[in-house]
């Protein structure tokens, strides 16, 4: 098997709604006619990728008292990286109050800063189980876009 990194496709060139952050990392929401080829496209050369999903799920389980599962928004990286965040509405709280119990930090972030911090250590994580190096790219992909994020020092508690 291969741990090589594609990225190339349909997903990375239909962006829409982009935002830039300080560093001049584009991050774009993906369609929901995209949807279905995000997980595959970005992380389907990753042994084990069907449980990268439901395990950033489980993290905000861990991280989030108030979270109580929801539809979540998928994002490309104009540097080639990919994560997932919680979608807010009008019914929904701003800010969301994460504590990560394993290091004993707590922060309150946008719904944003909480999907980028479940999916660093998911991502993490699941380079530990497998081994695999493009999953530790993807890692430091999204990295280089959370050290330009408003919210960085946030994320870096929860993750650190």
């Known amino acids: 098997m291969s741990n090589s990194l594609n990225l190339a496709g349909t997903v990375a060139e239909s962006f829409t709604s982009q935002q830039s952050d300080t560093e001049g990392i584009l991050c774009n929401l993906v369609p929901d006619e995209q949807r279905i080829a995000f997980w595959p496209q970005y992380f389907g050369n990753i042994p084990q990728w069907t449980f990268i999903e ?22 490309t990286l104009s540097n080639g990286g990919a994560f997932i965040a919680p979608e807010t509405d009008a019914d929904t709280c701003d800010k969301w109050t994460l504590f990560n119990a394993i290091n004993g930090n707590g922060a309150e972030m946008s719904a944003e800063a909480a999907g980028i911090a479940a999916c660093l250590l998911e991502y993490s994580h699941h380079a530990c189980r497998t081994e695999c190096d493009a999953i530790t790219h993807h890692y430091y992909l999204l990295r280089n876009y959370s050290l330009g994020h408003a919210e960085c020092h946030a994320i870096m508690r929860i993750i650190d």
């Open 54 to 75: 439901p395990r950033i799920f489980a993290w905000m389980d861990r991280l989030c008292d108030t979270y109580s599962g929801g539809i979540w928004n998928l994002y």
